[in-house]
Each structure stands twice: as structure tokens, then as C-alpha cells.
């Protein structure tokens, strides 16, 4: 065992399932081009409902990474999970096998799990009795299936986890697999967040709590981060898949590599069950933290991934955590809000925000906020509206923040072999 932070750790592959595009090029083309991923909901008859809008996973077909049977008795959070993995391998060109299984882990995090499956087998038991229900319904609904499945479906033996910090969970998975890398726990961590919750239950929850955009007659323009005339989030469905790998590792395999991560922070606001807290502190404290891990002075962060949610609360609160943390430098980086195209994908969002975190840093290319057309006073940096932008990209971080006070901030740099963190 080596001594805790003795390894660095690189990205080496990227996969994921999005509204916007079922794989890494498709998703990453469509944040670049400004793509809307958010219409009306298909899934079930939302016309009841107070949103009649989401970020659905379009042309998924999960027969394409597992077989049928198997599909059947997997809830499409997990599904999702599975083929961004099985994606994010072949990105990485890591195959596992006897010799490296036990060295090779994996935690996805989910806020929700298989709520699908819980209101169909609530369903099969109000109508026909509790005999009826279906003996796949627990490991088909608990929420750390997804890393379960994924790691039976890929044959990795090695830590194994499901972090399930609401809309933090994504980040915080991969978070918790940088550690185990760069502790020697394993020498390589698939990490990520996945998320399938657009269903009635789901959507009736959210907006009974008013935290859902019901701009449901311009679902094109309903996610709007930073914007004065926001009125909630969208939910988005999908999932975003890392491959984390000892940098020796990888260097002695001859991967590709999109970037090194370097720091980790979280914190608690110890504040309110959904609202942040004022001004930002507790999210402020995660971007320090992060800094501090990753040995990064303010002036060296080019990009933010912001968690950027197109609520009231948020968008002010994370606004005023950036300039806390990083002080004038605030006002000098790009920021940008990837869920104004994907929606919010709760417990998948810090997957997906963090291939998208990586991807620019590789590119050399920033997403743009769309939909940012009359900025809200209080929320006055750089958000990147409309349009992509080119820029040299050392340095970015990602943001996310969840129900119960969990705020995530992770580091991530441009690759060099020599050290220089």
C-alpha cells in the first residue's frame, strides 16, 4: 500500500448518456453548438402535472449493452450507468481482466434510483396484491445497483460504492474515487453519476416543492441559469462516466489522457433541507477546499462548470460563493451552466458536468449558458452566453450542490508528466 496522496491520477476515458447526445462526441457537439435537450415529456402523460417539460434521453437503446432479458429486469438509472461504463472503457481502451480486476473499482452515484420501478410495483400492488409483486423490484430500485450491475457487467472487483448526496452524488462518487486512486486503493476507479427520475411521482414531488420551471409553452427556453426571468429547474435524465487511473498506469499503457485531477472538497451548509445557505458560505468553502487539495492559488482557475440550476436560490448563492472563494479573480474566468441544454440530471449531473469540465480542458474549448438573455443583477461574471468559446483552459472546476446542504467542488488541470502540482 502506497502512502495517501503518493499517486496522481489522470482521466483517461469519458462516456456518457445525456439528452443532448448518447455518446461522449454526441454530447460533446452539442454543448459546443449550443443544443436544446429539453421538450415536452414523453415518457408518460404529463398533462396533469404543473411541468410538462424535462431533458428526456432520446433513441436509447439498451439492448445495444446488454442483452434483452437482462434489460428487463434493470431500471433505466442503471441502464444509463452501464453503457456509459461500457463507453467510457473502450474511450480508455482499459480492458479488465483476471490480472487487474481486483485493482479496478467502481462508485456511481444516484439521488433517486429506481423510482420507476418503485411507482410501477406500487401500482402491481394497490391493483393486485402484494403476491404480484415482482421479486426484481428491490435490486432493481435501491440506488447502489448502478455500481453493482456495472461492475458485474465489467468483471471489476475492486472497490465498490454508490454515493447518494442528491444532486451532489455524481460529484461526490468521483470525488471519493480520486482519493482511492491516489491512496493506492486501486489503480483505477470507473466514477460517476447516473440519474432516471423523469417519472410522475418524481416530477409531482418536485414541483410540489415549486422547484420546477413551469414554463411548459417555451420548453426551448425554460432552463435558464443566471437569467432575471428564471422560474426553476428541469429535470434531465442520463449519465456522465470517468475512467480515474494512476498516472503511471496510464503513461505505461500509453493512454490517452484528457486531463489530471487535483482536488476534492466538500463541505455541509448545516442549514436548511433544500435551501443554501446565505451568500453562499458553505459552497464557498467547497471551492477553497478544493483549491487547497489541489495546491491552486484563485488566479489559476480559468473555468468553472457551475451547478447552475436556473433556480431563484441557486444561481445568486453559487454567484456569490465564486466571488467568496476566488475574490476579484471572479470576475476575470469563464463560467458556464451546461444544464441550461441537458436539464438537471440530480444525482447524474456532477457525471455529466465533469466530462464536460474535461472535455474543455482538453479542447481548449468552453460550453456556452444558453438562454442567458436579461442577467440577473445579482449574478454579474462571465457565464459564456449563447456561444462557445475557444480559450487556453488550464485549469476548471466543477461545481455541485444538493438537497440536505452537500456542496462538491472538484479540481481538474491540464495534463503534464512532469510534476508540477
Known sequence: MTDYKSNRVVVTG?????PIGNTQREYWEGLLSGRNGIDYITAFDASLHACHIAGEVKDFHPHDYMERKEARRTDRFAQ?????????????????N??????IGVIIGSGVGGIKVLEDQQTVYLDRGPDRCSPFMIPMMIANMAAGL????????????????????????????????????A???????????????????????????????DPTHACRPFDRDRDGFVMGEGAGILILEQMD????????????????????????ITSPIPGGIGAARAIQLALKDGN????????????????????VTETAAIKKALGEHAYKIAISSTKSMTGHLLGGSGGIEAVA??????NDQIPPTINLQNPEPECDLDYVPSSSRTAKVEVALSNSFGFGGHNVTLAFKKFRSENNN
Not at 304 to 314: C, K, L, P, V, Y
Open 296 to 315: 491552486l492559488q484563485p488566479e489559476m482557475v480559468d473555468y468553472i462548470n457551475a451547478h447552475g440550476t436556473s433556480t431563484q436560490a441557486n444561481d
Open 187 to 217: 489503480q483505477a476507479m470507473i466514477c460517476g453519476g447516473c440519474e432516471a427520475a423523469v417519472t410522475p411521482l418524481s416530477l409531482a414531488g418536485f414541483a410540489a416543492a415549486r422547484a420546477l420551471s413551469t414554463r411548459n409553452d
Open 249 to 272: 498506469h496510464a503513461l505505461k499503457r500509453r493512454a490517452r489522457i484528457y486531463a489530471e485531477i487535483i482536488g476534492y472538497g466538500m463541505t455541509c451548509d448545516a442549514y436548511h
Open 357 to 362: 469540465t474535461v472535455l474543455t480542458i482538453a
Open 80 to 96: 444509463f450507468a452501464i453503457a456509459a461504463t461500457k463507453q467510457a472503457l473502450a474511450d480508455a481502451q482499459l480492458v479488465i
Open 14 to 18: 469519458v462516456g456518457a448518456i445525456t
Open 150 to 185: 456495472t461492475a458485474i457487467h465489467i468483471g471489476a472487483k475492486g472497490p465498490n460504492s454508490c454515493s447518494v448526496t442528491a444532486c451532489a452524488a455524481g460529484s461526490n462518487a468521483i470525488g471519493d474515487a480520486f482519493r482511492l486512486v491516489q491512496g493506492g486503493y
Open 98 to 103: 483476471e490480472f487487474n480486476a481486483e485493482q
